[in-house]
């Protein structure tokens, strides 16, 4: 899987993970400086990671696209998250235009974290 570098994905210390066509998965340990007060894994890692894994996803949706924008990300925020996180990215109806993507965010023990919807607009080279 190919993919242009992110910084702030970096910064994060998210690792892409390799994907059957339609999905995607990033990890993250949520330590130090991603943590929020609590030391549970702060709200912006747990986005980012589900921003990232269902772009990704949404990259094998359209041919042609060298990139993609988010439209619109919902959230819910559902456990506090510790430790090594896997996210996961789906697409749920791809379309020239737009994509509809969904994801979720599990600890190491399997625990729902978070779950999300994404909306991602193709980028085309121009």
Do not use: Y
Request: hydrophobic residues 45%; charged residues 20%; contains cysteine.
């Amino acid at each position: 899987m190919s993919t242009a570098r992110i910084p702030f994905m970096e910064h994060c210390g998210i690792t892409l993970v390799e994907a059957p066509e339609g999905r995607a998965w990033t990890v993250a340990e949520a330590e130090g400086p991603l943590t929020n007060s609590r030391g549970f894994a702060h709200g912006g890692l747990l986005m980012t990671m589900l921003d990232i894994a269902m772009g990704h996803a949404a990259r094998d949706a359209v041919d042609g696209a060298a990139s993609f924008a988010t439209i619109d990300l919902q959230i819910a925020f559902l456990h506090p998250g510790s430790g090594r996180l896997k996210a996961e990215g789906r697409v749920l109806r791809p379309g020239k235009s737009v994509v509809f993507c969904e994801g979720d965010v599990r600890d190491a023990e399997g625990t729902l974290v978070a779950n999300a919807t994404g909306i991602f607009r193709p980028i085309f080279p121009k």
